[in-house]
């Protein structure tokens, strides 16, 4: 990862989030949005003069740049752990049904072959150097599962049986409009609607309304959630350009597609991998996103992202296949915690940096962290009954991070480790 010699950090919105009108909420609304009860709790020991408002180094507040998705919408309706508890279509965690299961992308039948050039995107002959590597190895559904198996600890964590496992297969009937895709053994074939993408970088995306139907008749019976990943690009509707995932929250279904997240369209796209999570919170990158100054800010010397951004910055360069399927991997495994989030009745966040929140963009996803703000993870803690704080599942996905992030490609890993690192500091005081 190039070193970025940037050193001041904004933990607040930017000057454009006043011109979008988003306000920002006081510390006693953020304390009341972590409540049962939603009311705030006053507290003589912390900073803010209330519990459960997340320190501003750790978990600062969202960003809203221009075009990002509360800059469009700045009136988005806040969603408090009171609303979460008390919202009818939440499904409850139960003694038998609470196991996530992640589905195997669908394999290919040779029998329509052109659906597998549908997942490799039209781009010009790469020139050589290490951002331009089209033998990328895609990411696999094990570690995506894996990674979830932590960022959902303690819940079991499944790949969904190969009983069970999909097939695209040709589809008779309206062949230029449908591709079949057939549902395990059971040789049920639902008809998935195709069109090229409507910017020419894909031939062929596939509806992701007709992906979660599909996914509905695959849950299992002991099944909290379904996650279905598919390589291939998708859309919602005439109108949309594309989408990287969806979830039917009260059908506890999601899909999520790792197309966009190509690395080799990242020039194409102009993603800056360098200005990623947590170097998007460097205040020269945000006033270049505003057009301005740089303004020099505070230094802040020992905090969690802090720590985050140095763990980025020190990372080896990518100069290999495998360093980029690895950056493949965790942008994956980002949109993964956050479809299946809506799954556990989670609406977007609106209170802090958070991976619940809505985005509009890829270069808005990539700005956003992996972790969850204190109000949303009060809600996962709720839903799958762990305690402590969520050290235990602090731990789970420490760990991991460590291992993804020893490997060529890791910095985003490597980062996210650091700042469990920090945050398992602060619940320890």
Not at 235 to 255: K, L, N, Q, T, W
């Amino acid at each position: 990862m190039p070193n970025c010699a940037h050193t001041h950090l904004a933990f607040e919105p930017s000057a454009h989030a006043a011109e979008a009108g988003f306000v920002r909420a006081s510390p006693a609304k953020l304390s009341a949005a972590a409540q049962p009860n939603g009311k705030p709790l006053k507290s003589t020991s912390t900073r803010t003069g209330y519990q459960d408002v997340g320190n501003t180094s750790t978990f600062p507040q969202p960003l809203v740049l221009p075009g990002d998705d509360l800059a469009l919408d700045p009136d988005y309706e806040p969603q408090t752990l009171k609303s979460w508890i008390e919202e009818p279509e939440r499904n409850e965690v139960t003694k038998i049904r609470r196991t996530i299961y992640v589905a195997e992308v669908p394999s290919i039948s040779p029998s329509c072959p052109e659906v597998a050039s549908w997942s490799q995107p039209n781009i010009a002959k790469p020139k050589a150097g290490p951002r331009d590597q089209t033998d990328i190895p895609k990411p696999k559904c094990s570690d995506v599962r894996s990674y979830l198996k932590a960022f959902y600890h303690p819940l079991p964590t499944k790949t969904l049986p190969k009983s069970k496992s999909l097939e695209f297969v040709p589809w008779t009937d309206d062949p230029e409009t449908y591709i079949g895709l057939k549902l395990g053994s059971s040789q049920e074939v639902i008809g998935i609607r195709h069109r090229p993408s409507l910017d020419g970088i894909f031939s062929g995306q596939l509806n992701l309304d007709d992906l979660l139907d599909a996914a509905i008749t695959l849950l299992p019976k002991d099944a909290y959630a379904l996650l279905l990943l598919v390589d291939h690009d998708l859309y919602e509707d005439e109108e949309d350009d594309f989408c990287c995932g969806r979830a039917y929250g009260g059908s506890r279904v999601a899909v999520v597609s790792s197309a966009r997240y190509n690395p080799n369209l990242d020039e194409m796209v102009g993603l800056e991998r360098e200005h990623a999570w947590p170097a998007s919170h460097f205040e020269a990158y945000i006033d270049r996103c505003l057009g301005k100054k740089r303004v020099r800010g505070k230094t802040w010397i020992k905090n969690p992202l802090q720590d985050a951004v140095d763990a980025f910055n020190s990372s080896p360069p990518i100069i290999t296949p495998l360093g980029l399927s690895n950056l493949w991997l965790s942008r994956v495994c980002k949109t993964a915690s956050h479809e299946l989030g809506h799954c556990f009745g989670m609406d977007h966040c609106v209170f802090y940096s958070c991976i619940m929140q809505g985005t509009a963009g890829l270069e808005e996803d990539s700005r956003q962290p992996p972790y969850l703000c204190p109000v949303d993870l009060k809600k996962v803690l709720h839903a799958v009954g762990a305690r402590n704080g969520g050290r235990e599942r602090c731990e789970e996905l420490r760990k991991f991070c460590e291992v993804w992030g020893e490997k060529e490609g890791g910095g985003m890993w490597r980062a996210w480790g650091k700042w469990l690192e920090g945050r398992v500091g602060e619940l320890e005081e």
